[in-house]
T-cell receptor, first 110, second 112 residues
Framework: EDKVVQSPLSLVVHEGDTVTLNCSYE??????LLWYKQEKKAPTFLFML????IEKKSGRLSSILDKKELFSILNITATQTGDSAVYLC??????????FGTGTLLAVQP | NAGVTQTPKFQVLKTGQSMTLQCAQD?????MYWYRQDPGMGLRLIYY???????DKGEVPNGYNVSRLNKREFSLRLESAAPSQTSVYFC???????????FGQGTRLTVV
């Protein structure tokens, strides 16, 4: 059965800290790993990763995929209160299924 | 740019009532999805449609039916609502396998 597992479930940090969020997956005919940020409403897209070892970067956020060990990490440096959200990881397979993990709730305190 | 539009935004049903959640996308995407989100459970896939004319079960399909009416529209039907179906429902679409999925704003459904 396809599954995506995220850790930790929740995290509290102070502004300026660096955080690492983890995502492991088991998906039939894996094609891609996606990261989303969810605040009050719908998830918004952050990254899509398809190749191992290639870091994707956007400002203070970066992510990398390890297809051998079946995991991805999302790093956020110099965290700000605006980074407080649920971070969701999803894995896509060849049949177009897109399976999400339970998410990591990040709280950044001033 | 509308993107993915869901209706209604809020709904309260009595146990046993039926209803259809509507979803439409204007991005010419091939794939569409229905998810439910419960506290601490992330997004769970109910049904998806890889392309027009096809639908497949996801992780939690029981109690739901779907229709891919055309390339733009993908509806979710609850035939006999139960309190366990109280949740926030999200529709999403993507262009092709494993690419970015765009989400609607969600429907908050309460079954009493």
């Amino acid at each position: 059965e396809d599954k995506v597992v995220q850790s930790p479930l929740s995290l509290v940090v102070h502004e300026g800290d660096t955080v690492t969020l983890n995502c492991s997956y088991e998906v039939t005919n894996f094609r891609s790993l996606l990261w989303y940020k969810q605040e009050k409403k719908a998830p918004t897209f952050l990254f899509m990763l398809t190749s191992s070892g290639i870091e994707k970067k956007s400002g203070r956020l970066s992510s990398i995929l390890d297809k051998k060990e079946l995991f991805s990490i999302l790093n956020i440096t110099a965290t700000q209160t605006g980074d407080s959200a649920v971070y969701l990881c999803a894995a896509g397979g060849a049949t177009n299924k897109l399976i999400f993990g339970t998410g990591t709730l990040l709280a950044v305190q001033p | 740019n509308a993107g993915v539009t869901q209706t209604p935004k809020f709904q309260v049903l009595k146990t046993g009532q039926s209803m259809t959640l509507q979803c439409a996308q204007d991005m010419n995407h091939n794939s569409m999805y229905w998810y439910r989100q419960d506290p601490g459970m992330g997004l769970r896939l109910i049904y998806y449609s890889a392309s027009e004319g096809t639908t497949d079960k996801g992780e939690v399909p029981n109690g739901y039916n779907v229709s891919r009416l055309n390339k733009r529209e993908f509806s979710l039907r609850l035939e006999s609502a139960a309190p366990s179906q109280t949740s926030v429902y999200f529709c999403a679409s993507s262009n092709r396998v494993g690419t970015e999925a765009f989400f609607g704003q969600g429907t908050r459904l309460t079954v009493v």
